[in-house]
Each structure stands twice: as C-alpha cells, then as structure tokens.
C-alpha cells in the first residue's frame, strides 16, 4: 500500500524558515515525481513544485521560486519543501503528493500545517 | 500559464440529484484532465485522470467527459457521502487547479 506520512503541523515566526517531511512507502521512490501543492484556508489549491527523487530534477512554480526549496533522501525515502522567510501569507497546508502512471497525482499525503505568528 | 475555470463556487442539490460540474481550461488540453473530491480536513481524492478514466474503487456513479477546454464531472443519484469540494486540475502544461465546486445538500 502506497503510503505517504507528512510531519506534524509548525508554528513559526516571520522571518524564519521551515522544513516538512514527507516519508514514503509501499512503491519505490526513485521511480514516481513527488510534488507540493499549498491550500490556504477555505482556498483553493496551488501547485508549488515536482521533484524527480531519482535524479534530484525540479520544477517550480514561477510564484514559489525562491520561496520553496525541494529536496529528497533517497536513502530514506523521504521528500523534503522548505520554506524561507516565512509571512502570513505562507500559513497554509501543505500537501506531498506523488503522479501516478500519468502526472496526474494519485497519492496524496494527510497534509501539514504551516503557521506564520509572532 | 494554463487557467482552470470551474464557473460555480457553490450549488445546493438534493440526494438523488443527477449533478454536473463544469471545468473550463484557458487553452486546449487535450484530455490532460483530472478530478478530485476534498471532504474537509482531508486530503483531495483522485477520482479521474485523462478526463475520462475512472480511478481503482471509485463509484461507478461518478463520470468525467468532454474534450479541447471544456470537461465535465457527472454524478448520478447524488449520495450523502459525495457531500465535498470538487477540484479540477489540468496537467498538459506544468500543474494547476481550479477555484473548486463545493456541493452542499439543500
């Protein structure tokens, strides 16, 4: 069974940076691209970015470049989205979810929760 | 980049209702259509994938068509569990959603 477990909800202050996990398992990682989508509360969705886990390849969304950094531990099969110089604007839930055979995504993770508060 | 319109942001309907959710893509396509359902505090659900293809355990109630722009979500004899918001998304170029139809019971 195609699982994908995302770390627990953050609250940060503006300004700083955070960092979301999403770990895999049930399929092997190196073989499907994970993306990042963002729903803000009673919003719709956004997609942030993919990343290929077997060659590091990304491609971003042009509103989140600089904003959003993805990475991988193929070792753990894990996907990692950090967030840089957090403002309300960035308070949302976050979403890992992997394409199926198509780039459609099949699979996705419960979410996490991001805060942006003083 | 590629728009999704869905043209309503909310409809009342009745259990039984035969419902239909319109999406609208700023340019052609060409099938690269998929749907999801989203109960609250969930993740979305894929439903459709290719505009047309049901995904594995997914009601046979559920239905997707159309072609070029515009797409279609049916759902026959609407069932209290279908009761969510309903995205579409467009992945011909790069990835993106529409605003979602949220389907509330009158």
């Known amino acids: 069974e195609v699982q994908l477990q995302q770390s627990g909800p953050e609250l940060v202050k503006p300004g700083a940076s955070v960092k979301i996990s999403c770990k895999t398992s049930?399929?092997?990682?190196?073989?499907?691209?994970m993306h990042w989508v963002k729903q803000s509360h009673g919003k719709s969705l956004e997609w942030i970015g993919g990343i290929n886990p077997n060659n590091g390849g990304t491609s971003y969304n042009q509103k989140f470049k600089g904003k959003a950094t993805l990475t991988v531990d193929k070792s753990s099969s894990t996907a990692y989205m950090e967030l840089r110089s957090l403002t309300s604007e960035d308070s949302a839930v976050y979403y890992c979810?992997?394409?199926?055979?198509?780039?459609?995504?099949?699979?996705w993770g419960q979410g996490t929760l991001v805060t942006v508060s003083a | 980049d590629i728009q999704m319109t869905q043209s309503s942001s909310s409809f009342s309907v009745s259990l039984g209702d035969r419902v239909t959710i319109t999406c609208k893509a700023s340019e052609d396509i060409y099938n690269r259509l998929a749907w999801y359902q989203q109960k609250p505090g969930n993740a979305p659900r894929l439903l459709i994938s290719?505009?047309?293809s049901l995904e594995t355990g997914v009601p046979s109630r559920f239905s997707g068509s159309g072609s070029g722009k515009d797409y279609t979500l049916s759902i026959t004899s609407l069932q209290t569990e279908d009761v969510a918001t309903y995205y579409c998304?467009?992945?011909?170029?790069?990835?993106?959603f529409g605003g979602g139809t949220k389907l509330e019971i009158k």
């Open positions: 049930g399929y092997t990682f190196t073989e499907y691209t």
């Open positions: 998304q467009q992945y011909w170029s790069t990835w993106t």
């Open positions: 979810a992997r394409t199926g055979t198509g780039a459609w995504f099949a699979y």
């Open positions: 290719g505009a047309t």
